[in-house]
């Protein structure tokens, strides 16, 4: 008999119970290279294989089948409507028998989706997969990076924003983390929620590494840029528990034009801001960063203008053009006008005599939806204090953690007995 | 001064008015004291180096030519009464010819003197070496202090000052220390080191035995000015008043009495509050006798204590240009002058619920629109916890409310906390995870 008709007649066979099945995974792995050298003649195996009830052989033949290696590469659009169809109808417990093939399955997908410039036809086959291989919503997949770069090529923000309000903790790989983070920081760009992509990108910068690399680097230039947009300030001091490497070297990467367009935004002159960016431009649009700096600027006549209402009561439109370098009173008005909508200013304009009357914040923090929210924040906050206490429990039980702290203790001892014993000689 | 005694029952008048009549008559008499320096009358007031110092930095600061001419004359006659040949030289180079064949390059008195130096220095040596190997402790210490002096006075005052602290070493009385510590100061003082003259000072009061009065208020003068120079204003303020009325001239060799009351005033001014200057200026016994000697500060603090800010003000206005020129103020007297004005906006605003800007912009002798923004800056400084409403030109104090403060707060740290926690689980999974992986991959 063929092996490859053995092969399709176990999967066939050995599907119904999960001792089947492990038995089934034991055959396929020994087997996977001769899949592998047959992969020209697979693609009729596959529409002999139901995916649901065989889905383990389906997910092997599949990758055997999709291989770049194999000598004639399968086209992208016979391809993409399988791996779609699978990732839909896969069963749960068996491709998580096999994650590593899963996740370069669905990798496939991607590229080949990239390849044919069609992004959006991959946004929601991936986030069925992602759902599907995750253990828990904490558990960072390998395809979570993919995933948001296809939401970033397709310009679909908004399905992005689904997997980023999950909290991640659990993570494979340090890489994928940095990518999620750093797709996930553009993603919230995009969608102006700077808070979250700061968070997002303050989380790769500080991530603990033992060696520099190019997305760091990338993720703290834009973190740079959304640090003044955010928060109209940028402190050029890492924090402590910041990894020695990326302490001593972002600055010196990321010096010009980032770190300098700080400096130029501390001095809180709109002209000047102006001027360097413009200077700055091509290097700014090389890097993809010029619409975050072009921001930057007009973040700036925000910050100005609210600085506005804490000091006046009522200020004449025309005042406020001079103060904070707008060329018209008509131009400042659009600001305002705008900073009312998004929430960011209270306060009304008189357009008789062109006065701006500024008000208080409205809250009043007695409203029951107010005492609903902060209800709920200390609720997660409670659970999110007991995860960090049984985190703690776990690291300070744990063996390895253990073996270390006692190892490294008792060759300090060592080194201070040796001591005297150096000065001898 | 007049204006105490008829506030009582018309005070409230007096706040919008004080740019009135009676400020009148007193700006006539403060733009008298405010007159062209009178650099006699001022070198008069000091002895020794300091006095050339104070008449060389004035030629420098000066744009007047009469009065830069008027002080180099001063201190070339000055210098010739000593043995600098060294400042000679470059005193004869500043006045280049412009005073007359008097006042030419003296070659054969700097030989002489030079030549005298010398003779006397080998003397010195040879008495010291002398000293030396006779090992008496008081003849060296002596033998160093006459080579701390000899130094000092040809100017080398880097040798000086190490010759000085030379013999501290042997020193054998409280006495003698105090000596040491006093010398050092006065040429730490003149180097502009004041980190040792406030080293110096502190080692001085250490002494065990009483000082002398004058030698408390000199030790006193010398931490205010220590305190002036590194910005410690409040600290120099509290020095200067301290300093005891024995001072009178004798130290005029660093500091005249007129200068521990300006000194110690505009700094009073500019750091206490109203209580303070009320209890440890205004009723101070003691500096009384030193405001006296500078009748200008003494009604500029009178003024803005009784709330009269055009006139302490315009005092302010017209001493600043003699303040200028002084020695040791001149580089704090644009801080201590916006300190002052910051100040008295505070305090004119404190009392009010809503303060008419028009009124205000009188009393102070300035435009709405200038004290507009000078009220911006210090309100976005925090400062002023008040709004100014542009349009009707009124100034709202702002009552901030606590609770809704306190929510904004609480949320916001919680937000923070629940942030930091987020990212510091993250963290340590990676740490974690990058051990275990490193520890697998040794296996």
């Not at chain 1, 008000?359 to 204090?385: F, G, N, V, W």
């Not at chain 2, 930095?57 to 009464?81: H, N, W």
């Not at chain 2, 006065?186 to 009065?213: C, N, R, W």
């Not at chain 2, 000697?293 to 003024?303: G, M, Y």
């Amino acid at each position: 008999m063929d092996p490859l008709e053995a092969i399709v007649a176990q999967i066939q066979g050995l599907s119904s119970s999960s001792s089947d099945i492990a038995r089934l995974h034991t055959i396929l792995k020994q087997s996977d290279d001769s899949l592998r050298s047959d992969s020209n003649r697979l693609s009729p195996i596959l529409s002999l294989i139901d995916p649901s009830i065989h889905s383990l052989g389906f997910l092997y033949i599949l990758d055997a089948f999709t291989a770049p290696s194999s000598s004639n590469q399968p086209q992208a659009e016979e391809v993409v409507p399988i791996i779609t169809r699978f990732i839909s109808a896969c069963s749960v417990e068996q491709i998580r028998l096999a994650p590593e093939k899963f996740v370069s399955v669905c990798k496939r997908l991607k590229d080949q989706v990239m390849l044919l410039e069609a992004p959006l036809r991959g946004v929601a086959p991936l986030l069925t997969a992602l759902r599907k291989l995750q253990v828990s919503s904490e558990h960072l997949t390998p395809l979570h990076a993919e995933f948001l770069l296809l939401c970033l090529s397709a310009k679909c923000y908004k399905t992005g924003l689904s997997i980023l309000d999950d909290d991640v903790f659990e993570v494979d790989h340090p890489r994928d983390l940095y990518l999620y983070c750093y797709y996930g920081g553009m993603i919230c760009i995009g969608q102006k929620r700077f808070q979250k992509a700061l968070d997002l990108l303050h989380n790769v910068v500080t991530a603990p590494m033992t060696m520099m690399n190019a997305i760091i680097i990338e993720a703290y230039k834009k973190y740079i840029l959304v640090s003044l947009i955010r928060h109209g300030q940028f402190s050029t001091s890492l924090p402590k528990y910041c990894s020695q490497l990326a302490q001593r070297n972002l600055k010196v990467f990321c010096q010009s034009p980032y770190m300098e367009i700080a400096h130029a935004y501390s001095t809180g002159k709109v002209a000047d801001l102006e001027a360097f960016l413009n200077a700055h431009a091509d290097k700014f649009e090389s890097e993809n960063n010029l619409g975050l700096a072009k921001q930057v600027v007009s973040s700036m006549y925000k910050r100005n203008i609210q600085r506005l209402t804490q000091t006046y009561l009522t200020l004449s439109l025309e005042d406020i053009a001079n103060t904070v370098h707008l060329n018209s009173a008509k131009e400042a008005e659009m600001h305002v006008l705008q900073m009312i909508q998004d929430g960011d200013i209270y306060a009304t304009i008189n357009q008789k005599d062109g006065m701006v009357r500024f008000l208080e914040d409205p809250e009043q923090y007695k409203t029951c939806e107010m005492i609903e929210h902060i209800d709920s924040s200390i609720q997660r906050i409670m659970a999110l204090s007991r995860k960090l206490t049984k985190s703690d429990e776990q690291i300070a039980c744990d063996q390895l953690y253990l073996s270390k702290v006692g190892r490294e203790r008792q060759r300090y001892d060592f080194d201070d007995y040796d001591v005297p014993q150096k000065f001898n000689i | 001064m007049d204006g105490d005694d008829d506030t009582s029952g018309t005070m409230i008048d007096e706040i919008y008015a004080n740019g009135g009549e009676e400020s009148d008559q007193r700006s006539r008499r403060a733009i008298m004291s405010g007159d062209q320096l009178d650099v006699e009358a001022y070198a008069a007031l000091y002895s020794g180096r300091t006095k050339i110092m104070r008449l060389l930095f004035i030629a420098s600061k000066s744009k007047i030519p009469t009065v830069q001419l008027d002080t180099l004359r001063m201190a070339y006659d000055e210098i010739k009464k000593g043995e600098n040949t060294q400042l000679f030289r470059e005193v004869v180079q500043k006045i280049n010819g412009r005073l007359g064949p008097n006042y030419e390059m003296d070659l054969s008195w700097c030989e002489g003197v030079d030549r005298k130096a010398e003779q006397k220095k080998e003397r010195l040596e040879n008495e010291l070496n002398a000293y030396r190997t006779n090992l008496i402790k008081e003849s060296i210490r002596m033998g160093y202090n006459d080579f701390g002096d000899f130094y000092y006075s040809h100017g080398q005052l880097g040798d000086a000052f190490k010759s000085y602290v030379r013999t501290r070493d042997y020193c054998t009385t409280s006495k003698h220390i105090v000596h040491m510590c006093l010398s050092t100061i006065l040429v730490s003082i003149e180097m502009g080191q004041f980190s040792h003259v406030s080293s110096y000072v502190s080692k001085a009061e250490q002494g065990t035995d009483a000082l002398d009065p004058i030698i408390i208020s000199k030790l006193r003068c010398a931490a205010g000015l220590a305190n002036l120079e590194a910005k410690k204003y409040k600290l120099a303020a509290r020095k200067f008043l301290e300093t005891g009325p024995e001072l009178s001239s004798h130290y005029n060799d660093v500091i005249a009495s007129q200068d521990v009351a300006t000194y110690g005033g505009l700094c009073a001014l500019a750091t206490f509050d109203r209580a303070e200057l009320k209890s440890k200026v205004i009723d101070n016994s003691n500096f009384r006798n030193f405001l006296e000697l500078v009748p200008e500060v003494r009604e500029l603090i009178n003024d803005f204590y009784s709330s009269h800010y055009a006139s302490c003000l315009e005092y302010l206005g017209n001493l600043k240009a003699n303040l200028s020129l002084d020695i040791h103020l001149h580089d704090h007297v644009e801080t201590l002058y916006d300190l002052i004005r910051h100040k008295a906006l505070i305090q004119y605003t404190h009392p009010f619920v809503s303060v008419d800007l028009n009124m205000m912009a009188n009393a102070f002798k300035t435009t709405v629109v200038g004290l507009e923004k000078e009220l911006e800056a210090l309100i976005t400084d925090n400062q002023i916890q008040a709004r100014i409403d542009s349009h009707n030109k009124i100034l709202y104090a702002r009552h901030a409310d606590q609770r809704n403060a306190t929510f904004q707060r609480v949320l916001e740290t919680g937000r923070e906390f629940d942030r930091d926690v987020r990212s510091m689980l993250l963290r340590s999974n990676l740490i974690k995870h990058d051990y275990n992986f490193r520890a697998s991959r040794k296996l």
